[in-house]
């Protein structure tokens, strides 16, 4: 839903006027009026998945030509976000808030550590090589001097900030973005950790912003 803070404006105007770490603060990546907006479908089943198998190999079709043929027939694919390049754990190297960093994923681990450890930045830069780092419990996290919430919206607009750094910065990463027309982009379940849930609804955001007004 969107926030009281933002309530009254359109979810359009929202989307198109503000940044896309201020969208993450007041509109919820499940906010069913997404749909149709930002993307058309649900997310796709195994049984989904093997169906769409079989008609691409019943049309002869690759897959990048049965995903162009699924966009002409309004029945866009379900994207997953896994693999090169759109995934957290992709190498795409950015700098955020002058922090480099190796990927999304690698930004996403380091604030696991103290503000003040000097391994964040090493965390950030991708030394400690692709590692899923505990919190020790901490439910919360400092980042520039302000404490934040594990899975809240301004721990999804660091993600989304952090991912919209990566697209700006590759090319290539924005191609693959675009080319995923209005498809649902997903990464795990609803209930999944704030990498899960906003990583993919920035890079929908960021594809709105991006393509044609």
């Known amino acids: 839903m969107a926030s009281t803070r933002d309530s009254g404006r359109p979810l359009r105007e929202t989307l198109r ?9 007041f509109v919820d990546p499940g906010d069913s009026g997404l749909a149709g ?4 479908g649900r997310m796709a089943t195994v ?10 190999r019943t049309l002869k079709l690759g897959r990048a030509e049965y995903t162009a ?27 955020l ?16 550590r103290l503000e003040t450890d000097p391994s964040r930045a090493l965390v950030a830069a991708g030394t400690s090589g692709r590692n899923r780092l505990r919190t020790g419990g ?19 607009a660091l993600i989304a900030r952090a991912t919209e750094a990566k697209v700006l910065a590759h ?16 990464m795990g379940p609803a209930n999944a950790e704030a990498l899960g849930r ?16």
């Open 69 to 95: 043929w699924r966009q002409q027939q309004r029945r866009p694919l379900n994207h997953m976000i896994s693999g090169a390049p759109l995934a957290s754990d992709a190498p795409a190297p950015f700098v």
């Open 97 to 112: 808030d002058g922090l480099a960093c190796h990927g999304v994923w690698w930004f996403y681990q380091c604030l696991k």
């Open 138 to 156: 901490r439910t919360t996290f400092a980042y520039r001097g302000e404490e934040i919430a594990v899975g809240s919206p301004a721990h999804g």
């Open 171 to 186: 090319p290539h990463v924005r191609q693959a973005l675009m080319a995923t027309g209005t498809s649902l982009l997903w």
């Open 17 to 25: 006027s503000r940044s896309v770490g201020d969208v993450c603060l």
């Open 37 to 40: 907006l930002l993307y058309e």
């Open 47 to 56: 049984g989904d998945v093997r169906a769409d198998e079989l008609e691409a």
């Open 198 to 213: 906003y990583m993919p609804f920035a890079l929908m955001v960021l594809r709105f912003k991006l393509g044609p007004r």
